[in-house]
């Protein structure tokens, strides 16, 4: 049985997110697999779909509703989660097969290398594997000290990424960033999509555009930045939709 988990909290994210995800998940794998959903707010999700409450975390309020609330789900026990988990962001689209995720260096931390700091050694968690509780310390570390940690890492993947020393990189090929690897460059992004590398399992949308925007061919700009409409133009490929919708 594999066990994939992802989380939910504030608003920004629908249920809607959680159960495309969800939907992926089933047509990307062929072993039996369970998803795992750590919320605040379950209305609306996918009864198929395991719930649970957020782990707790000690987080000063200032970074609460940014991704150092994941640092929870490295604390032991985990509910009863036992072995290698997948976690998977909810603002990505899974474009190809997720088994081979289980596979590779079992036993490890395995992660995105971070497409903007290659070469660097700094992972991105959109989509990572660990083993529950072999490297609870990060948490624990975190917990005594969140605001010096904080000001030190100021993101929580290079926090990840310079305690545990024996993290891996996933094949560069599986996982790809919508912005850095795929949408073409201005002005060719204006008439042409975004093309996907069939190698490719995972596609993040980190910050914006989201999934939903690429498909309503929208790529939101502050109203104060409205210049950025300029470059900031894109067009919906065929496989965001057939992958997401």
């Not at 909290?9 to 072993?31: A, C, E, M, Q």
């Not at 090929?173 to 093309?195: D, G, T, V």
Request: hydrophobic share 35%; net charge positive; aromatic share 16%.
């Amino acid at each position: 049985m594999q066990t994939i988990i992802s989380m939910k909290w504030g608003t920004r994210y629908g249920p809607d997110f959680v159960n495309r995800l969800y939907s992926s998940i089933k047509r990307h794998t062929k072993r039996p697999t369970k998803f795992y959903c750590f919320t605040d707010n379950n209305n609306g999700i996918d009864k198929d779909i395991i719930c649970k409450q957020l782990p707790k975390i000690n987080l000063p309020k200032n970074i609460s509703i940014t991704p150092w609330r994941k640092l929870s789900v490295w604390q032991y026990p985990l509910d009863q989660l036992k072995g290698d988990i997948l976690f998977l962001d909810l603002d990505l689209v899974v474009t190809g097969n997720l088994d081979q995720f289980f596979d590779y260096k079992p036993g490890n931390y395995c992660v995105i290398e971070n497409w903007t700091q290659i070469g660097q050694n700094i992972g991105n968690t959109s989509c990572f594997r660990f083993p529950v509780g072999k490297y609870d310390f990060v948490f624990h570390k975190f917990q005594k000290d969140p605001i010096k940690i904080w000001k030190l890492y100021h993101i929580e993947q290079i926090y990840l990424s310079h305690e545990i020393k024996d993290q891996v990189f996933w094949p560069p090929e599986w996982c790809k960033s919508f912005k850095h690897n795929l949408l073409p460059k201005w002005p060719m992004r204006i008439w042409q999509p975004a093309k996907l590398p069939k190698e490719t399992s995972i596609v993040a949308f980190t910050g914006k555009p989201d999934p939903d925007d690429v498909i309503k061919g929208n790529w939101p700009v502050q109203k104060s930045q409205f210049y950025k409409k300029i470059y900031k133009q894109l067009k919906t490929p065929k496989w965001v939709v057939d992958n997401w919708l």
